[in-house]
């Protein structure tokens, strides 16, 4: 995926089951952020990849001021190819009966 | 390290915690 000095990783082991997910998100690099970036830290949260929009979850947290208006964009590309990951995986391993 | 936590009024539940400084990038 493209380096978008958003990092997005799995907060716990995928069990390839459950639709719901925790992911973890942090900035690797503020510089390729567009708005003012405060160090907030390392952001947890759920994801479900069947019902929510990567880009949803970046508007929320620009909403609860972790990140500017204009960077929901980046936030919600570096969400996108991380659910994209876990989901190119889960199609390639399904879970054992 | 300590952890905050951020509630959405859309109910999302935001877990704020330390980056370890081993995964930040070289500045």
């Not at chain 1, 390839?16 to 690797?28: D, M, P, Q, T, Y």
């Not at chain 2, 300590?2 to 539940?13: K, P």
Request: proline share 6%.
């Amino acid at each position: 995926a493209e380096d978008t000095g958003v990092r997005v990783e799995l907060a716990e082991e995928d069990d390839g089951r459950k639709a719901s997910i925790a992911l973890k998100l942090w900035v690797e690099d503020p510089r390729k952020l567009k708005g003012k970036y405060k160090d907030a830290g390392a952001i947890e949260f759920t994801f479900d990849l069947e019902k929510e929009v990567p880009e949803g979850v970046a508007q929320e947290m620009v909403e609860s001021g972790f990140f500017h208006e204009s960077d929901a964009k980046i936030v919600g590309k570096s969400i996108r190819d991380r659910v994209a990951l876990i989901k190119w995986r889960r199609a390639r391993t399904p879970p054992s009966a | 390290g300590a952890t905050t936590q951020v509630v959405h009024s859309a109910g999302r539940r935001f877990i704020v915690s330390p980056v370890p400084e081993s995964r930040l990038k070289e500045p």
